[in-house]
């Protein structure tokens, strides 16, 4: 089993930066893939990006302005976000999968002023 626990989301100004973290509860070398989701209001969850074997992936939405990185010593993914706009606002999710199953956080919101 993965217990994962996301950190970081907050209010900021369209134009600026939050780094989000997602501190997973065993190795994440040990994981098949992990990932961040987003759900703004009214709206389904999508995929925001994912990294797994090294190799990383992006919305079209996010690509430039996000970043999704790996810290191994301290069994956590970071997305990195810039140049955000309202649009980025929703709940952030972090994913991991191990074994075949996919594991959740419990989100951290992220609120984009204009």
């Known amino acids: 089993q993965v217990q994962l626990v996301e950190s970081g989301g907050g209010l900021v100004q369209a134009g600026g930066s939050l780094r989000l973290s997602c501190a997973a509860s065993r190795s994440i070398s040990s994981l098949n893939a992990m990932g961040w989701y987003r759900q703004a209001p009214g709206k389904q969850r999508e995929l925001v990006a994912f990294?797994?074997?090294?190799?990383?992936d992006y919305a079209d939405s996010v690509k430039g302005r996000f970043t999704i990185s790996r810290d191994f010593a301290k069994n956590t993914v970071y997305l990195e976000m810039n140049s955000l706009k309202p649009d980025d606002t929703g709940a952030y999710y972090c994913t991991a999968r191990y074994r075949s199953i996919d594991y959740w956080g419990q989100g951290t919101q992220v609120t984009v002023s204009s």
């Open positions: 990294i797994t074997r090294g190799v990383t």
